[in-house]
C-alpha cells in the first residue's frame, strides 16, 4: 500500500496521552492499596505535596514527572470533552 500524504506528529497529543495513561495507572495503584484515589489525586494536585501519592510501583515518581498543571489541564479536557 502507497502512501501519498505526510503523517504529521503531535507532540501535545502524545504529551497528552501519556499524561491521561499515567493518571490511570496512579489511580489503580492507589486503589490496588486500599486508598481512595481520587481524594489522594485532588490532595496532591491542590497541594503539592507528592506524600498524597504512595511509592508503590512507583505511583509517586510517575505522577510527579509532569507538572501539576498540565495534569490539570488534561482532566479538565478529559472531563469536557466526554
Do not use: C, W
Not at 9 to 21: G, K
Not at 23 to 40: F, P
Not at 46 to 74: Q, W
Amino acid at each position: 500500500m502507497f502512501v501519498d500524504h505526510t503523517k504529521t506528529y503531535n507532540s501535545n497529543e502524545f504529551q497528552e496521552e501519556l499524561i491521561a495513561i499515567t493518571i490511570k495507572e496512579v489511580a489503580d495503584i492507589l486503589n490496588e492499596r486500599g486508598y481512595n484515589a481520587i481524594n489522594q489525586i485532588v490532595g496532591y494536585l491542590m497541594s503539592g505535596d507528592p506524600g498524597y501519592i504512595s511509592s508503590h510501583k512507583e505511583a509517586r515518581n510517575k505522577i510527579t514527572k509532569f507538572e501539576r498543571a498540565e495534569v490539570l489541564e488534561v482532566i479538565v479536557k478529559n472531563y469536557l470533552n466526554k
